[in-house]
């Protein structure tokens, strides 16, 4: 495979999990929790590393650049996905009266003290509204973040 192909599959594969997060939010009327929109968040930004990678050069301080960007979003995701697991299963004790909407958290908090809160998780982050034969959002984003560090590394491997 070519570096442009393989940024277009993970460009595909990241906005692909992003439609599907979607679609279960809307068909099973599910109300994401903070955790859950800033993993969406991350998956967007991954997907917009390969999607503006496209259409770059195959350097290797590109594929240096774009591996090195691609392992840092895909870190941070998995620390996010993982908080998340841990409040559902219940590692990270969080009290249930903390569930603060996402919209009332940016318009009364400080830009630092909401992305503060995000990280801490709310009560609606402890309930798990859904599963895919028993494995949770937060897994399958964890699995996903996985996925995408993994495939950089072994397409960066056979691209040299």
Request: aromatic share 16%.
């Amino acid at each position: 495979m070519t570096f442009r192909q393989v940024n277009i599959i993970g460009a595909a594969l990241t906005f692909l999990m992003i439609a599907t997060a979607l679609f279960i939010q809307l068909k099973y009327d599910l109300e994401p929790c903070p955790l859950c929109i800033t993993q969406r968040i991350i998956y967007i930004v991954l997907g917009f590393i390969f999607f503006i990678s496209i259409w770059l050069p195959n350097l290797k301080i590109i594929r240096l650049t774009h591996l090195l960007l691609v392992f840092i979003t895909t870190l941070v995701g998995m620390i996010f996905s993982g908080r998340h697991i841990l409040i559902q299963a219940d590692v990270i004790a969080i009290p249930a009266e903390c569930g603060i909407d996402l919209d009332y958290m940016f318009d009364n908090f400080p830009l630092m003290e909401a992305f503060n809160l995000l990280f801490l998780g709310t009560g609606d982050c402890s309930k798990i509204d859904w599963t895919f034969y028993g494995v949770t959002l937060p897994q399958l984003a964890f699995l996903g973040y996985l996925f995408f560090m993994i495939y950089t590394f072994l397409t960066f491997k056979k691209l040299r």
